[in-house]
């Protein structure tokens, strides 16, 4: 992997706030790395303002509605940035030969696309965009075994796990090369530790789920991200969305990785080893971490985060993870045991719930009840290619949709996680299940 020479970077999702970290992250950095291409959905003021500030050779802009208009801003700002449009345009900055870096922190499915363009077109790939391994994890992984192609985890806890791998060569080979449980055994590893702050309502009763408005949902007590990822945290599918992608990203089964709450945020992940020792990676909630080490990997660089203050410390905790609070931890477990068609499902109808109730359509404590609903309705299956992966999303979006549609308001907390279980392992022990 090049480190000295100049690195190319393209962003897809720069507009958001992995991609905004990115940026100043790359800020500090001049002379180690260049702006190769933007990309918004809609946001179109600030990927101007980012253009004007770092004249990348490319932007991309989803939207095409707002194309004309923007392209119009860029002639008469002087811009040399030539304006792409749509999910074609992504594809061309995720795979053109100049780009050696592709930061991937488009939010949703809406990133599987690009993202893996980057992936087979052999680039980099810092991976914030979970969905799109939580969705594809096979394909995904083994499109990472194409020549060139690293994939380098961004999301923290992740990023904090590779950290406390064994020795960056091997963790590396690891992550392109091994498959299934005895990748771990042979780094002795026992355990994979991923922890999770337990988001704002970890101490709300149960009761007033249903109240939660969408402000105090993406009001997390530690981070600052986009609105969906705030509200996977406060329903803790985050934490499972993560779990899923831990299984493909480090190629165990999801028995090998337990999810341990810590509220501080200090702590981002550890490893178990088999002889007692426990690794974990300490630092402020604070993505510009994780993005500097994916970005400078296998070296270092400065991210600009502070250093931690150890005597301002209130004390570090730990607590199991409350699975009747947070049914989606338990669903995750089990999509991430059986894989197939049902982490595509969770997801999808995660995405759409997720957003209705971003809308005000939907109140908080339906989000779980749509997806369970979801899931119980689309019978398991294993998708083998790309098209059938969007197939499966598509049709778990069009029934979570009308779910929330026919229900609005009146949707109840009726169907519980141990009945989805037996739902779920009965359908999937009709099929070949992959583990
Ligand atoms: N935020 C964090 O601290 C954090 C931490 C770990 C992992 N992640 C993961 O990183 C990803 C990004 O999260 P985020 O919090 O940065 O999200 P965000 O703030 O909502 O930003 C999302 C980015 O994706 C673009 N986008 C949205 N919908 C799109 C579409 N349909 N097509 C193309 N581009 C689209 C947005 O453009 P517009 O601005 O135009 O909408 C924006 O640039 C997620 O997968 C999340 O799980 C985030």
């Known amino acids: 992997m090049e480190t000295d020479s100049v690195q190319s970077v393209a962003i897809l999702g720069s507009t958001g706030s992995v991609g905004q970290n990115t940026l100043a992250v790359l800020a500090l950095h001049p002379e180690r790395y260049e702006l190769f291409a933007l990309s918004a959905n809609t946001s179109a003021d600030l990927l101007l303002e980012q253009c004007k500030q770092f004249h990348p050779r490319y932007a991309v802009l ?7 208009g923007l392209a119009a801003r860029f002639k008469e700002q002087g811009l040399k940035t030539e304006l792409l449009v749509g999910e074609d345009g992504l594809s061309v900055i995720a795979s053109d030969d100049g780009v050696d870096t592709v930061m991937a922190a488009i939010v ?6 690009s993202t893996m363009a980057a992936v087979n077109a052999g680039k980099k790939v810092l991976l914030a965009n979970k969905e799109s391994l939580v969705m594809a994890g096979q394909l995904f992984m083994t499109a990472v075994e194409r020549p060139g192609a690293v994939l380098l985890p961004i999301d923290s806890e992740h990023n904090a796990i590779f950290q406390c791998m064994p020795d960056r060569t091997i963790s590396e080979d690891l992550l392109k090369t091994e498959s299934g449980v005895a990748s771990l055994d042979k780094l002795g590893i026992k355990k994979i530790l991923l922890t999770g702050s337990g988001g704002p309502f970890r101490q709300l009763p149960l009761l007033e789920f249903s109240l939660v408005t969408p402000s105090q949902a993406c009001a997390h007590p530690n981070w600052s991200m986009g609105k969906k990822i705030s509200v996977d945290s406060a329903t803790m599918m985050n934490k499972g969305l993560e779990l899923i992608e831990a299984c493909w990203m480090f190629s165990c089964a999801a028995d090998r990785v337990d999810i341990v709450v810590h509220p501080q945020s200090v702590i981002h992940s550890m490893v ?6 426990v690794l974990a990676q300490l630092g402020h909630p604070d993505m510009r971490t994780p993005i500097a080490h994916g970005l400078a990997f296998p070296s270092r660089m400065a991210s600009g985060v502070e250093s931690l ?8 905790t730990f607590e199991e993870p409350d699975t009747q609070r947070f049914p989606m931890l338990a669903l995750a477990r089990i999509a991430a045991t059986e894989r197939g068609s049902l982490p595509i499902v969770l997801n999808a109808a995660n995405e759409v719930a997720v957003d209705e109730f971003l809308h005000e359509r939907i109140k908080f404590s339906d989000i779980p009840v749509i997806i369970e609903r979801t899931v119980e309705k689309i019978p398991f299956e294993e998708p083998t290619s790309f ?12 029934l979570a949709l009308a779910s929330c549609t026919n229900n609005g308001h009146s949707v109840s907390l009726g169907t519980r996680v141990a009945k989805l279980h037996g739902a779920v392992t009965l359908n999937a022990t009709k099929h070949e299940v992959k583990h």
Not at 309 to 316: A, D, E, N
């Open 62 to 68: 989803k939207d095409a509605s707002k194309a004309v």
């Open 387 to 398: 098209e059938e992966i969007q197939q499966i999303d598509l049709r778990a979006r069009q």
């Open 272 to 277: 178990e080893y088999v002889d007692g020792s």
């Open 309 to 316: 203050s150890w005597s301002k410390m209130t004390g570090l």
């Open 108 to 113: 949703g499915g809406a990133g599987l696309s």
